[in-house]
């Protein structure tokens, strides 16, 4: 049996963070304001939603096309078909963070999350990698919950005291983590190594993936090596926050005892 998906209702962005209007969202983006993400309706075409697109992409900054009545429902007036939320968090540049952890005499220990949505599960990911001596998460451009508030609130404002880079996609961050030399890690269920098993005192990165999808194949692929989470009892997987503390934890056991 699968794991049930779970949905989180998501309050709506206060006001004075959401950007109404293409034009201004391009003036947002090229005067240095950090966005969530962009929220552009439909039916919308043409040369001036062509350039946002491209200004969006050259900052790394979701670009959702939704119906008319996700814009609406934000209640801000005259949208114009285009909203962006600011972003909350500062998200960092992947290649200066690992620069900044090496040079300050630190092994990097990062995260990385593929496909998670559940802004809960993200929260609770930050919280333990927090605890647990992670430098910085790593997310991709797409395909991962919003770094909304709700999410700031649930990881007990970790968000808001470890480095996230949000990178076009993940891998591209693995090409980059492997030319510094850092070790990319993933867990799977039939693999024959187990947890205890990796050397978590090496530079590496740890990769979580959704618990109804998992990681994509071809981040499988680039991984340098999976290991499994043994179980007393057969059974489909476990949470994937849960997973991610026990396996930072055993890095973190790891690093405390060299």
Do not use: W
């Amino acid at each position: 049996m699968r794991p049930h998906k779970t949905f989180t209702q998501q309050h709506r962005p206060k006001k004075n963070l959401l950007i109404g209007g293409i034009p201004h969202v391009i003036d947002a983006m090229k005067s240095g304001v950090q966005l969530e993400r962009i929220y552009l309706q439909n039916t919308i075409l043409g040369d001036e939603a062509d350039e946002l697109k491209k200004v969006a992409s050259e900052f790394e900054v979701p670009v959702n096309k939704v119906p008319f009545e996700k814009i609406r429902n934000f209640n801000l007036e005259n949208p114009k078909g285009c909203i962006a939320i600011k972003s909350k968090i500062k998200y960092q540049n992947l290649q200066d963070v690992i620069s900044f952890i090496v040079e300050n005499g630190e092994t990097p220990l990062l995260l990385m999350l593929d496909g998670l949505t559940d802004i809960r599960n993200i929260g609770a990911l930050a919280r333990t990698a927090y605890c647990c001596g992670v430098q910085a998460i790593v997310i991709p451009e797409k395909g991962v919950g919003a770094l909304n508030e709700d999410a700031i609130n649930t990881s007990a404002g970790a968000l808001e005291n470890i480095a996230v880079c949000r990178v076009k996609t993940l891998h591209s961050a693995i090409d980059e983590m492997h030319l510094n030399g850092i070790k990319v890690f993933a867990s799977e269920m039939k693999s024959e190594e187990k947890v205890f098993d990796i050397n978590f005192k090496e530079p590496c990165a740890i990769i979580m993936g959704s618990e109804d999808k998992g990681i994509h194949p071809s981040i499988y692929k680039m991984c340098d090596k999976v290991f499994k989470i043994p179980m007393q009892n057969d059974f489909e997987s476990l949470n994937v926050s849960v997973a991610a503390g026990m396996i930072l934890y055993e890095a973190m056991k790891q690093r405390m005892n060299d």
